[in-house]
């Protein structure tokens, strides 16, 4: 694989894990959903990818469903 496509990869890779644990605050650790948010921007503050998610879930007018 070339040097680029490395580059590519490994940054895909670090948005899926920041998209993965951003999932896992705000919908299954049991965080109230402005705690959630706050904890996604605290552990990734450089993850625009969990900066969308929350900002979309913050929009929502009609809120979120979380597993039971």
Same mark, same amino acid.
């Given at each position: 694989?070339a040097?680029? @496509?490395?580059?590519?990869? &490994?940054r895909? *890779?670090?948005?899926? *894990?920041?998209?993965?644990?951003?999932?896992?605050?705000?919908?299954? #650790?049991? =965080? @109230?959903?402005?705690?959630?948010? &706050? &904890?996604?921007? &605290?552990? =990734?503050?450089?993850?625009? #990818?969990? #900066?969308?998610?929350?900002?979309? =879930?913050?929009?929502?007018?009609?809120?979120?469903?979380?597993?039971?």
């Amino acid at each position: 694989v070339a040097l680029g @496509h490395e580059r590519t990869l &490994a940054r895909l *890779d670090r948005a899926i *894990d920041a998209v993965e644990r951003a999932f896992r605050l705000i919908l299954r #650790e049991g =965080l @109230h959903s402005r705690e959630a948010f &706050a &904890a996604v921007r &605290a552990e =990734l503050p450089d993850s625009a #990818e969990a #900066e969308r998610m929350v900002a979309f =879930l913050e929009k929502s007018e009609r809120g979120f469903a979380r597993r039971r």
